[in-house]
């Protein structure tokens, strides 16, 4: 079993300024399980073989994962730390601004024929007062008063201005003699003549005569009105007629072709269609061939300027849910407004011309044939609107280029100790952006940089080349090196603990047609990276081994008078290594902690290194210490040997690792007995 204790130094926060503890931690303790027995390979000096091992950096450090190894021969340890950039979300701005619209429709529709407005009989002696009945030869006659018909319009109207209209009338003669019809004129209450035709032909007996029609143009007939006309006879040609109350001049008048001003009077039910068109794009450059909506309403404020309720229903022909045009549809009372609001939620649009979203609308009054109402040519229903807070979720067509101001920090500890300071090579830092757009429409970097901050105040940022990102695509951006040591330089003694974007970007700059969904983003991440080289390195790990030895061996141990156990220890890391052994009993009790034979702890100095900093060579101690008998006797108890290494480095200049660094340590003890000793 292996365990590990460190002792107290000075706090380093970053796993890899103590690259040599990490070392020592894993020297030993890569393994929990016992290997298989091996046994002794005996020499003739009787050595007894205890422990081989090579660790490298790379076995020590493949777990780390802000460690990267350059690829280019030398192995060099470097630092490489990623920083995710906040998503900026392209659905964010996948929108259609607020767009108002307003519609009204006026009442001119009240139009209404009304064939039976007036229908009368009037018998011959209405028309001829002083003609006798019976048989008998008549002569030419005339009605000096002329004669009246009133019309009674309560079944349609009490009073009625036109714009337009006609009254047509129709004369039918059942007279057996024939009648001469002159001067037909419109009679208002007071009696004065409003409209009149001439005509002035015979209508022969059981004729039917349709006369020009009177034009209503700009009139208002009220009830009770009257048409008046003068009435004459050529006689009956000398031919004996007889004359009764059956004969009579039919009166027809027909209302037609009305364009109604106003009207008081009773109204049946008007239907009123209309349609209308929303321009979506308006000057914004924006083209929906198709799109889904995620949220947003369509709201119409409805106005009913009649003096009579009216259902008001609209249909969307180009908006759809599951594949059927949306409708909706509210009644609104007489002289009132209310609000009618439509769910785009999940609604699929395809617009004409790819601007315009259409709507239907369709006005029908309530039934008033039963009371009368008043309504004028100039009512209507007005309805206001807008299109509030749309939301696609996807769309194809041409979105207009759209800026996305970005302001997005990372929190990112460098987790460096003052201890280490300085130990970077500045110099040779990098810094470059990896950026991808997800999205298949392009975005451009219009004016961006990467800023960093820090806990104390300071700064700085390095500037990014306009470009565009085409769309689903990764694009790499590297910084000039003289700006990443600026950069970082900013920040001395410190190191930025912030990293993000910071600028515009703009989405579709070119407006190109495509495709988008609201789950498109840009991504991407910020990487640092620079080789290590350490001006302080201190730490510890302990490993345990465990021995196994015979009985018959434990006895020949309490035997010997003396002997050595001897560690061979080759350094090629930049540190000194020190080492103190412990043999322990089966409950963990210390049974004998040997020194070197010079009364020194056991230790090997650094490896040396080169100009840059990296081991040249290793080099090689031998450690010897010397067991007496009481030494061995203690020994024959022992169970395992735990070791205590010890890392140290004070280079002037720094230290620096490559992952081929590495340190090996062989132990054996020189006796005369034999022993199985098995490693773990």
Avoid at 246 to 264: F, N, Q
Avoid at 532 to 542: A, P
Avoid at 604 to 632: C, N, T
């Amino acid at each position: 079993m292996i365990s590990h204790s460190y002792q107290s130094k000075p706090p380093v926060a970053w796993a890899l300024a103590f690259t040599g503890i990490v070392l020592a931690a894993t020297l030993f303790g890569g393994c929990t399980e016992p290997l298989a027995p091996m046994l002794p390979e005996w020499d003739v000096d009787a050595n007894v073989p205890l422990i081989h091992q090579t660790y490298t950096m790379e076995d020590l450090l493949q777990e780390d994962d802000i460690i990267r190894i350059t690829q280019d021969g030398d192995q060099v340890l470097v630092v490489s730390q990623r920083y995710p950039l906040n998503s900026i979300s392209l659905g964010d701005h996948l929108r259609i601004d607020e767009v108002p619209f307003s519609a009204s429709e006026t009442f001119n529709a009240v139009r209404f024929d009304m064939p039976d407005y007036l229908d009368q009989r009037l018998n011959v002696f209405t028309l001829f007062p002083d003609l006798p009945r019976g048989e008998q030869v008549v002569a030419a006659v005339r009605n000096d008063l002329g004669v009246t018909v009133t019309m009674d319009t309560r079944e349609y109207f009490e009073e009625m201005t036109f714009a337009e209209g006609n009254l047509s009338l129709e004369f039918t003669n059942s007279v057996p003699v024939p009648l001469r019809i002159e001067a037909i004129r419109l009679v208002d209450l007071s009696g004065a003549t409003i409209e009149q035709i001439t005509y002035g032909g015979l209508v022969q007996p059981a004729q039917v005569v349709t006369l020009p029609a009177l034009d209503l143009d700009g009139l208002t007939l009220k009830n009770n009105m009257k048409l008046a006309f003068d009435i004459s006879s050529p006689g009956s040609s000398g031919a004996v007629v007889d004359l009764s109350s059956t004969h009579s001049l039919g009166v027809k008048g027909e209302v037609t072709e009305t364009d109604i001003l106003s009207m008081r009077g009773y109204l049946p039910s008007q239907d009123l269609r209309y349609n209308r068109a929303i321009d979506v794009a308006e000057d914004s450059g924006m083209r929906i061939k198709d799109a889904v909506v995620s949220g947003g309403t369509l709201q119409f404020t409805l106005k009913n300027h009649f003096s009579i309720g009216a259902q008001i229903s609209l249909t969307l022909p180009n908006t759809t849910k599951n594949g059927q045009p949306i409708t909706a549809s509210k009644h609104v009372s007489p002289k009132s407004t209310t609000t009618l609001t439509i769910d785009l939620d999940g609604a699929a649009l395809k617009l004409q011309n790819e601007t315009a979203l259409l709507y239907d609308a369709q006005i029908v009054t309530d039934d008033a044939s039963d009371h009368v109402v008043f309504v004028q040519k100039n009512d209507s229903v007005s309805m206001n609107g807008s299109l509030r807070n749309i939301t696609l979720s996807s769309m194809t067509g041409t979105l207009s280029p759209t800026a996305l101001s970005v302001r997005d920090l990372e929190r990112s500890d460098f987790n460096f100790d003052k201890t280490i300071a300085g130990s970077i090579q500045l110099e040779k830092a990098r810094m470059w952006a990896s950026i991808r757009n997800q999205a298949i429409l392009p975005v451009g970097i219009k004016d961006a940089r990467v800023l960093g901050k820090n806990t104390s105040g300071s700064s700085a940022n390095i500037n990014i080349i306009p470009m565009d990102l085409v769309g689903q695509s990764e694009t790499t951006i590297d910084f000039e090196n003289g700006q990443v040591v600026s950069f970082l330089n900013s920040f001395s003694p410190e190191y930025p603990d912030s990293l993000g974007l910071e600028g515009t970007f703009v989405l579709n700059p070119t407006g190109a047609y495509g495709s988008i969904s609201a789950s498109d983003s840009v991504v991407g991440d910020l990487f640092v990276e620079f080789p290590l080289r350490f001006t302080q390195i201190s730490g510890s790990i302990v490993d345990t081994v465990d021995m196994f030895i015979d009985e018959e061996t434990r006895d020949n141990l309490t035997e010997v008078n003396e002997g050595t156990l001897t560690f061979d220890v080759e350094n090629h890391l930049p540190t000194a290594v020190m080492i103190e052994p412990e043999f322990l009993d089966a409950q963990g009790r210390v049974l004998l902690a040997p020194m070197a034979s010079t009364g020194n702890p056991l230790s090997v100095g650094a490896a040396p290194v080169d100009g840059d900093g990296y081991v040249s060579r290793s080099v090689i101690e031998k450690v010897q210490m010397h067991f007496l008998s009481e030494d061995f006797a203690k020994l024959a108890q022992a169970v395992s040997i735990r070791f205590r290494i010890f890392f140290t480095a004070e280079e002037s200049a720094g230290a620096a690792f490559r992952t081929t660094d590495y340190v090996r340590i062989r132990g054996y003890a020189r006796l005369n007995i034999s022993s199985t000793i098995t490693e773990k």
